[in-house]
């Protein structure tokens, strides 16, 4: 990760909405102390996902789950743009530490279906880092 990006993104179908219960990143290569912005938007309407990255297949977390329905995205270096963009969460990644989001069950966020999330890194890092991350859903019907 080089430059503002999002780094993680998820879509979901016409008919499937989802929730989500935790997200986190970190990175390996830096020890260099520092703060990068980073958000959560929901996009709905005409907008378009974001390129340049690499599409991910979700993994089940409990052996008898289905496969997931939404699509999602890594280190797209162009970002959604596009439709009605709500930014719903602003917050700051510190590098050293990593970023852990975890939510009381009241506040998680939920995308209907057609939307999608995006966690979008808002400010490039001082140097190159090689990041990684998850993000945790419940499809929800």
């Avoid at 179908?13 to 703060?35: D, K, P, W, Y």
Wanted: glycine content about 10%.
């Amino acid at each position: 990760v080089t430059v503002v990006q999002d780094l993680l993104s998820l879509q979901s179908t016409s008919g499937m909405a989802f929730c989500l219960h935790e997200a986190r990143i970190g990175q390996i290569t830096s020890a260099s102390v520092g703060n990068l912005a980073i958000s959560f938007k929901r996009f709905s309407g005409a907008y378009t996902i974001g390129s340049g990255g690499s599409a991910v297949t979700g993994q089940k977390i409990n052996f008898g789950d289905p496969a997931a329905t939404v699509t999602g995205r890594a280190n797209d270096t162009t970002q959604a743009t596009g439709g009605t963009s709500v930014t719903l969460i602003s917050d700051v990644y510190n590098v050293v530490n990593g970023y852990y989001w975890l939510p009381a069950p009241n506040d998680q966020i939920i995308i209907a279906p057609s939307q999608a999330l995006v966690m979008s890194l808002d400010t490039a890092p001082g140097s190159s880092q090689t990041m990684s991350g998850t993000i945790v859903i419940e499809e929800m019907f």
